[in-house]
C-alpha cells in the first residue's frame, strides 16, 4: 500500500507538471481541448442548430451565450490522476495500457456530458449553472475516475487480490 | 439497507452519484461556516510562514483578506504623482470546501461500519488540504496580482514556476482527489472486498482455472 501511495504521488505530480508546461500545452492540451470543442458542437447540432465552435468556446450563435473549456474542464487533470492510479496499481504493462485507453474514452464521454450540460444550465440559470460548474461536476468527474480505476482494479486484482483473498 | 454494504460497484457508484448531488446541494447552504476550520488553519498558515509576503490578515465569515508587502503604483494624478499602495488579495474559504460533500458521499455510499478514529482523521486532512487550496490561491494572488509581483517578494523563477504548480494542484486537484484517498483509507475493506471480488470472478471465469 504504501508503495503505491509512494508512486502514485510521484507519478501524480510529475505528470502534473509536465502538463503545465509549454510545449505540452501547445501542441497537446489546447488542440485536444478545442477538439473537445468541436465533439460537443457536433453532438448538440442533431439537436440544436444555434451551436457553433470557436476555438475552445462553445457558443450559442442566437443569444451570444458561450462556455469556455479552461483547464479542469478539459478532463486532462482527471486522466492524469487516472493514469497515476493505474501505473501504480501491480499489474502487466498490458493491462495498464488498456486501462489507461479505456479510462480516457469514459472519463472523456463524461466529461462531453458535463461541457453539453454546463452550456445549457448557463443559458437557462447562471447560479444552477455556477454550482454545477464550480461544485458538482468536479465531484462527478472524480467519482467517475474512481468507477474507471475500481473496475479495473477489479478486472486486474493479481497479486493483491490474491493477498486480501487469503 | 440505506448504510449497509452495497451488493455491487454499480449500486455503489449510483448511491455515490446520487449523494453527491443531495450532499453538495445541501454544503452549499452552509459552506460559509463549514469552511471556518479551513479558514483558521489558513490564517494561521499565513501568519506564521508568510512574512514574507503577508502584511496582515482579515478574517470576516466567507473570506479571508491578506495585505500583501507587493506595492502597486497607481495612474499618475494631475501633478505627476502616482499614488502607492500595497496589494490586497481576498478569497471566498468556502470555495475548495466541496471536499467534505464528496468525502460523506463515499462514506455513505460504501455503508457499513467505520472507524471513529480514522474518520476523524480523515477530517482533519480533508480541512488541511481545503486550507492548502485557499493559502496557494492567495499566494497566487499576491505574485501575480502586480506587476513585478514576484520581484519585489525577492521569488526566483523556479520559485514562481512552484507557486504556479501548488495553485494549480490546489484548485484543480486537492478538493477532489484529498477526499478520494481519505475514504480509500477509511474505507478500505471496501477496497479489499472489490480486490477479493476480482479474484473470485478470474477463478470462476470460463476456461480458468477452478482453485
Not at chain 2, 53 to 69: S, Y
Not at chain 2, 94 to 111: D, H, N, R
Amino acid at each position: 500500500m504504501l508503495r503505491f501511495l509512494t508512486t502514485f504521488v510521484v507519478l501524480l505530480i510529475a505528470l502534473f507538471a509536465i502538463n503545465l508546461t509549454q510545449p505540452v500545452q501547445e501542441h497537446f492540451v489546447l488542440p485536444w481541448t478545442e477538439l473537445l470543442a468541436r465533439i460537443c458542437v457536433a453532438l448538440v447540432t442533431q439537436f440544436d442548430a444555434t451551436a457553433i465552435a470557436n476555438g475552445k468556446v462553445l457558443y450559442n450563435a442566437t443569444t451570444g451565450f458561450g462556455v469556455s473549456i479552461e483547464p479542469g474542464c478539459n478532463g486532462i487533470e482527471a486522466f492524469i490522476v487516472l493514469v497515476a492510479a493505474v501505473v501504480a496499481f501491480p499489474a502487466p504493462w498490458g493491462r495498464k495500457l488498456l486501462g489507461i485507453v479505456i479510462g480516457f474514452v469514459a472519463i472523456q464521454a463524461v466529461n462531453v456530458v458535463r461541457v453539453i450540460s454546463l452550456f445549457y444550465l448557463g443559458q437557462w440559470n447562471m447560479a444552477v449553472f455556477n454550482f454545477a460548474h464550480e461544485y458538482l461536476w468536479q465531484a462527478l468527474i472524480m467519482l467517475d475516475v474512481l468507477v474507471v480505476w475500481l473496475l479495473w482494479v477489479r478486472a486486474n486484482p493479481g497479486r493483491l487480490g490474491a493477498v486480501a483473498a487469503a | 439497507m440505506l448504510f449497509g454494504r452495497p451488493a455491487s460497484l454499480a449500486r455503489f457508484f449510483v448511491r455515490a452519484g446520487v449523494a453527491i448531488f443531495v450532499l453538495t446541494a445541501l454544503w452549499v447552504t452552509a459552506a460559509r461556516w463549514l469552511a471556518e476550520p479551513a479558514a483558521w488553519l489558513t490564517r494561521f498558515a499565513l501568519e506564521t510562514t508568510g512574512s514574507r509576503w503577508v502584511k496582515a490578515v482579515q478574517a470576516e465569515p466567507g473570506k479571508l483578506t491578506v495585505d500583501t508587502w507587493v506595492v502597486v503604483r497607481g495612474e499618475a494624478d494631475a501633478t505627476g504623482r502616482r499614488p502607492v499602495g500595497d496589494l490586497v488579495v481576498d478569497v471566498a474559504t468556502y470555495k475548495y470546501g466541496y471536499s467534505l460533500p464528496l468525502l460523506l458521499a463515499l462514506l455513505l455510499a460504501a455503508g457499513g461500519r467505520k472507524s471513529w478514529w480514522r474518520l476523524g482523521i480523515g477530517l482533519l486532512l480533508v480541512v488541511a488540504a481545503h486550507a492548502a487550496s485557499l493559502y496557494f490561491a492567495l499566494l497566487r494572488l499576491a505574485v501575480f496580482g502586480a506587476p513585478g509581483g514576484a520581484a519585489q517578494l525577492g521569488l526566483g523563477p523556479w520559485q514562481v514556476e512552484g507557486i504556479a504548480l501548488g495553485y494549480q494542484a490546489g484548485v484543480l486537484l486537492l478538493p477532489t482527489l484529498t477526499p478520494v484517498m481519505v475514504w480509500l483509507w477509511i474505507d478500505r475493506e471496501f477496497l479489499a472486498s472489490i480486490l477479493i471480488d476480482g479474484v473470485l470472478r478470474q477463478r470462476v471465469a470460463p476456461g480458468g482455472d477452478a482453485s
